[in-house]
């Protein structure tokens, strides 16, 4: 009667003792629940609350309540519907669904008389939860399971074709394996333009939100680039940390750079990206303080206004040309010297750092993940015949990588200028080889160094059959095929190296 009287809907937070903890009052249309306090902790836990509201009318559950069912990870939600004297007519609920199913990731009943209900809502939300831990426990078995704050879905949301998808998740998986998150599954939506506010339809979100809970998974994982707007909205909505590619890529960079040069330039990066996202008492960005997404020199910074960061990078902008200068002094003393350089391109993760370490007898960090080197590493070493040359490893390439690093490195790309000769190392068993090999071939050229002659070295050939091994001759008859791991065709490749150089600085 009272929700008849008033014109609004009235809703109950009742928990699992069959108390009332918090009551809401809202319009004619629906309510708006406040932010609850934190869920209950474990895998594979609901609230600990159940809804139950009115709803004016005798409509069963609609969109809006199903939404909050998943994304308040609500025990149950009800709705009572009232008939036009304003007593109780019909209730209808729903409740999530523990396993994959054709349902959906929910269950809605039948709207029924209100006095014939006979459901124990405390055992079926137990049952529910009891069928969750049983398939994380399944998944935690796993070895590489991980903390639930390191499982992530990763998510694909784009124009292109659904193989085209594939293939960038896989890359956006390596990069998640280098930052140290555990993929815990995979989410493709082809469309035919993004949703502004949210990148996906709500639809697609709540299955997203519910394949989370049912993974345990604490990271949502993007790879597109997603706006200010819609990191906020997505954090709004769910309570799991929402990443997108460039964060990643910001995080692994921080946790690689090691000189005081490779430190400043993550900072600036991780400043620029932060400074648009910079909103008062920001969920999204409050997220980002420590653990993935937020780790590295620049975190502490994340809390600063606009004014404060644009001095800051101010500031990192004069050190990093006080460093650069440094470096333009040591090129010089170099050019001095009159030793050819030899500079290393390639994808990242490619063998270029082995293929140093191999030829100089050093100890240069190399490591099987993405981005293992950041900073500019140079070397003499001593070829046949008594000739020298300077060889230089550089930072691996990639596809899109974030506007905000191609300008922090360029301190590290500006080696490439002296170049007299490119090594383009590539992974000759990766699947994508012509690909990335194209890729790396349009970013020099992008940065206006494709006049520098380049000789292209086909790394890991002891992963090839004989048969691959001839249709690799095939695709790049110009290419060097070596193995730093097996020591196959490195002298021919130091022949060639010297072959190469132009005879004015041999």
């Known amino acids: 009667m009272l929700s008849t009287d008033l014109g609004r809907q009235i809703g109950l937070l009742i928990d699992r003792q069959g108390r009332p903890k918090i009551i809401v009052v809202g319009d004619a249309h629906g309510i708006l629940i406040p932010e609850l306090p934190p869920g209950r902790h474990g895998p594979g836990r609901l609230r600990g609350l159940r809804l139950l509201h009115t709803h004016l009318n005798q409509d069963s559950l609609n969109e809006e309540d199903l939404m909050d069912l998943i994304f308040l990870r609500l025990d149950s939600i009800a709705a009572l519907g009232l008939d036009p004297s304003g007593l109780p007519s019909v209730l209808s609920w729903a409740h999530l669904l523990p396993g994959v199913s054709d349902q959906g990731p929910y269950r809605v009943s039948k709207p029924v008389s209100w006095d014939q209900v006979h459901v124990d809502f405390v055992e079926q939300t137990e049952a529910i939860e009891e069928e969750l831990g049983r398939t994380i426990a399944a998944q935690d078995a796993s070895p590489d399971a991980g903390r639930p704050g390191d499982r992530a879905l990763l998510v694909s949301v784009d124009t292109l074709s659904r193989a085209e998808q594939e293939r960038n998740l896989q890359e956006l998986t390596e990069l998640a394996r280098t930052a140290g998150i555990n993929v815990v599954g995979l989410v493709i939506q082809r469309v ?9 339809g709500k639809g697609k979100l709540a299955e997203l939100e519910v394949q989370a809970l049912r993974a345990n998974a604490g990271l949502l994982l993007f790879d597109q680039d997603l706006s200010p707007t819609q990191i906020r909205n997505l954090t709004q909505l769910s309570e799991r940390k929402v990443l997108d590619r460039t964060q990643l890529i910001l995080d692994i960079f921080a946790q690689h750079a090691k000189t005081r040069a490779g430190k400043l330039q993550v900072e600036m990066a991780q400043l620029r990206y932060a400074m648009p996202r910079l909103v008062r008492q920001d969920r999204a960005m409050s997220r980002l303080a420590g653990g993935i997404g937020g780790r590295g020199p620049g975190e502490t910074k994340l809390e600063l206004d606009r004014r404060k960061v644009r001095q800051r990078i101010a500031k990192i902008k004069q050190e990093l040309d006080v460093l650069r200068r440094r470096r333009e002094a040591t090129r010089t003393r ?47 070493v001593r070829f046949p015949e008594h000739r020298e040359v300077i060889l230089t490893d550089t930072v691996g390439f990639i596809r899109r990588l974030p506007p905000e690093l191609k300008e922090a490195f360029r301190a590290t790309l500006e080696e490439l200028d002296e170049a007299d000769l490119f090594l383009h190392v590539a992974d000759a068993s990766h699947p994508e080889l012509e690909r990335q090999v194209r890729d790396v071939r349009v970013i020099l050229t992008d940065m206006g160094l494709h006049e520098i002659p380049a000789l292209l070295v086909l790394n890991k050939l002891d992963l090839l059959a004989a048969e691959d091994r001839l249709e690799l001759g095939r695709l790049f008859p110009e290419g060097v095929g070596i193995s730093v791991a097996s020591g196959e065709g490195l002298e021919h490749l130091v022949q060639r190296i010297m072959a190469a150089l132009p005879t004015s600085v041999v």
Do not use: W
């Not at 035919?192 to 996906?200: A, F, V």
């Not at 140093?356 to 590493?377: G, I, M, Q, R, Y």
């Open 334 to 380: 170099r050019q001095k010297v009159g030793l050819p350089v030899v500079a290393m391109v390639g994808y990242t993760n490619t063998g270029k750092s082995s293929l140093l370490n191999v030829l100089t007898s050093s100890e240069v960090l190399a490591e099987n993940k993405l981005f293992a080197t950041l900073d500019p590493t140079s070397r003499r």
């Open 192 to 200: 035919t333009r993004q949703n502004p506010k949210h990148i996906l």
